[in-house]
């Protein structure tokens, strides 16, 4: 099984700050790489499929890079709606796991 | 709309069994995979299950297999998952997932959810 694991667990961050949240795989992936985020009580959103591609309606501030086994999602300039928990998950082969988890903070 | 709507959860005794449903409008269900993603009380989220559009293909989590079993009916719009031998460890809120990104390509993703459903373990 291919492992996913979310770099930090925990940011605390503040409005108009650039963040970067590294996953990176036990094993290569190739682009076949998710970012969601969820905010409380909700259920997740998608972010970006195949580890850059932007969903649609997704702000542009959001950007995802990598392939292989490192990725990065980054925020470019963090808004209030932006603080929540973000997820990686990797959609190369089953099981389909997600990483741990970054929770972002306010600062 | 787009909708994923989830029903049948609830408070069930260890051993015991519930079957959840996801009712489907908005968009061709029968065209798409579909998934079942649980996430416990103050955990991340857990990959359970997946089905393909015609049930060709199913994989389970291997904590939940040879326990649960997903179906679909694509006449109903339908998505289910039947959960027997339940244990305290299985309760979550269970969420239900569509991946219509990997229709247009080779990539995947979970892009439609629903707003999920509780499962409670306890005697």
């Known amino acids: 099984d291919i492992q996913l694991t979310q770099s930090p667990s925990f940011l605390s961050a503040s409005v108009g700050d650039r963040v970067t949240i590294t996953c990176r795989a036990s094993q290569g992936i190739s682009s076949y790489l998710a970012w969601y985020q969820q905010k409380p009580g909700k259920a997740p959103k998608l972010l970006i499929y195949a580890a850059s591609t932007l969903q649609s309606g997704v702000p542009s501030r959001f950007s995802g890079s990598g392939s292989g086994t490192e990725f990065t999602l980054t925020i470019s300039s963090l808004q209030p709606e932006d603080f929540a928990t973000y997820y990686c998950q990797q959609l190369n082969s089953y099981p389909r796991n997600f990483g741990q988890g970054t929770r972002l903070e306010i600062k | 709309e787009v909708q994923l709507v989830e029903s049948g959860g609830g408070l069930v005794k260890p051993g015991g069994s519930l079957r959840l449903s996801c009712a489907a409008s908005g968009f061709t269900f029968s065209s798409y995979s579909m998934n079942w993603v649980r996430q416990a009380p103050g955990k991340g989220l857990e990959w359970v299950s997946s089905?393909?559009?015609?049930?060709?293909?199913?994989y389970y989590a291997d904590s939940v297999k040879g326990r649960f079993t997903i179906s679909r009916d694509n006449a109903k719009n339908s998505l289910y998952l039947q959960m027997n031998s339940l244990r305290a460890e299985d309760t979550a809120v269970y969420y239900c997932?569509?991946?219509?990104?990997?229709?247009?390509?080779?990539?995947?993703?979970?892009?439609?959810w629903g707003q999920g459903t509780m499962v409670t373990v306890s005697s």
């Open positions: 089905i393909s559009s015609s049930s060709s293909y199913i």
């Open positions: 997932a569509s991946d219509t990104i990997a229709a247009a390509g080779p990539w995947g993703a979970f892009d439609i």
